[in-house]
Nanobody, 126 residues
């Protein structure tokens, strides 16, 4: 059974930190790029970060650069999102998603997401 399971969300004060985890199972982890998305109430889903497992390519959206760090523990098939200096505008449900590598397109290109997690709530109070 394919699963992406997020954890680590919670309530934190502005300026604080959280580390989200995305544990993958049921597919070949190395063949995928893992994304973190977020969606706040009334807003569109936003791509936050992406890590290509096979070659280590990393993407961050501008609003989180210098504050968030994506990483992986390939032995545990897990991707992390370390979130520091959190702001109230980071409040959202955070989801991870997996996109399989394809030779005819760049990694972390956001073309087709094969699997999604259920999401974890992050709330940053001011």
């Amino acid at each position: 059974e394919v699963q992406l399971v997020e954890s680590g969300g919670g309530l934190v004060q502005a300026g604080g930190s959280l580390r989200l985890s995305c544990a993958a199972s049921g597919f070949t982890f190395d063949d995928y790029a893992i994304y973190w998305f977020r969606q706040a109430p009334g807003k569109e889903r936003e791509g936050v970060s992406c890590l290509s497992i096979s070659d280590g390519y990393i993407y961050y959206t501008d609003s989180v650069k210098g504050r968030f760090t994506i990483s992986s523990d390939n032995a545990k098939n897990t991707v992390y999102l370390q979130m520091n200096s959190l702001k109230p505008e980071d409040t959202a449900v955070y989801y991870c998603a997996a996109e399989k590598f394809a030779f005819d397109r760049p990694v972390c290109g956001g073309y087709e997401y094969d699997y999604w997690g259920q999401g974890t709530q992050v709330t940053v109070s001011s």
